[in-house]
């Protein structure tokens, strides 16, 4: 199956190195391209692409809040984003806003290709460095006392150690003997219960409870 691609960055030039890049992927097709946060939301009602690649500093609106955006309305499309930024401000912001990848522009074109295959597959992407941060900031904090994990079945516990150790349902299936649609249903109880929202919640999650180790 093809997936549709939406670039978006204010810069022509770096529209046009990246769509010279992806275009000869196998199985990518960029559908679309805008250079301002309202272009980028227009485009997304009109082309219904599976997948943005975004910027962070758009000149009308963040792109922060068009991802915000976007996954308010649209929340099966992923968004990876691209950007100079690599502070953590930028960096939290923007997975809180839902993220599924975040990589920096200097990184090489192989970690940009990674990184959209991996929210292609329904996983989270992040360049090795913020990933640093985001264990981090969850360390800084006082671990919770491990245990029984928040009203979870024994079973959903077992999904989540799976999940946050970066396992994908395939993988856990093997491991637990059940099916990819059994793990996707106690993924999606553990996400209802512990009212999580992305991969990226469930690992600061894990963290927090002791569950995996940094």
């Not at 920096?104 to 597959?121: H, N, V």
């Not at 913020?130 to 077992?158: F, I, M, P």
Request: glycine share 8%.
């Amino acid at each position: 199956m093809t997936t549709r691609l939406l670039l978006v960055d204010d810069h022509a030039v770096v529209r046009s190195g990246l769509r010279m890049l992806l275009e000869n992927q196998a199985g990518l097709e960029i559908v679309g391209e805008a250079g301002t946060g309202h272009e980028a939301l227009a485009l997304v009602k009109e082309l219904q692409p599976n997948i943005v690649l975004m910027d962070i500093g758009l000149p009308d609106m963040s792109g922060i809040e068009v991802t915000r955006q976007i996954k308010q309305q649209w929340p099966a499309v992923a968004i990876v984003a691209l950007t100079i930024h690599e502070d953590e401000e930028y960096f939290f912001k923007m997975l809180q806003a839902g993220v599924s990848g975040y990589v920096p522009k200097r990184a090489a074109p192989e970690e940009l290709l990674t990184a959209l295959q991996t929210a292609i597959d329904g996983d989270v992407y992040l360049y090795p460095s913020l990933a640093k941060l985001l264990v981090k900031d969850y360390l800084s904090g006082e671990r919770e006392t491990a245990g029984k994990v928040d009203g979870l079945t024994e079973r959903e516990q077992e999904v989540l150690t799976q999940l946050a150790a970066g396992a994908s349902n395939d993988e856990i299936a093997i491991a637990l003997t059940i099916s990819s649609k059994t793990v996707n249903r106690h993924r999606e109880n553990i996400m209802r219960k512990l009212n999580l929202h992305s991969r990226a919640d469930l690992v600061k999650y894990a963290i927090r409870k002791g569950i995996i180790q940094a």
